[in-house]
């Protein structure tokens, strides 16, 4: 069976400058205070570091298990599940984007994530009406604490 490529895709402005929205959103261990889905990382983002943490999706936490490919003021990206195993069957490429607006006065954020995996047929229906109204909480949630 062909695996096909879904995606999530959101965005938000915010009103700080990239480096000061950068400064929360690349602080793994502030991600328990102010995010709704994600928390108990098990280190820091950096490129090639592999965490544990845990996302909430309603049916409880579930632990997931990446490796942080872009970490950089500009990006920040992880890939998972890092199990070989467990790859054909649900893999993802999660990100946070931080583009300029208003010459640097401000940020948009772009969140998204795309999916694949032959288990991606039968969870997509699911995933597709609950993954974006979940990101727009995290971003939200990023905005009201980036902007206090």
């Known amino acids: 069976m062909a695996s096909t490529k879904r995606t999530v895709l959101t965005s938000l402005a915010i009103d700080a400058p990239p ?10 261990a502030s991600w328990d205070r102010w995010n709704p889905m994600f928390g108990g990382f ?3 983002f950096r490129v090639g570091a592999q965490l544990d943490f845990q996302v909430a999706l309603g049916i409880g936490k579930v632990p ?3 490796e942080v490919v872009r970490a950089d003021g500009e990006e920040l990206r992880w890939k998972g599940p890092r199990s070989a195993l467990q ?14 607006l208003d010459g640097g006065a401000r940020t948009r954020l772009v969140h998204g994530e795309s999916f694949s995996g032959a288990l991606l047929a039968v969870l997509w229906p699911h995933m597709r009406k609950m993954l974006p109204k979940a990101y727009d909480r995290v971003n939200e949630a990023l905005k009201r604490e980036v902007e206090g």
């Open 19 to 28: 480096a000061k929205v950068w400064d929360t959103l690349g602080d793994s």
């Open 42 to 44: 098990s280190g820091p």
């Open 64 to 66: 997931l298990a990446v």
């Open 87 to 100: 790859k054909p069957l649900a893999g993802a490429d999660h990100y946070f984007r931080l583009e300029p």
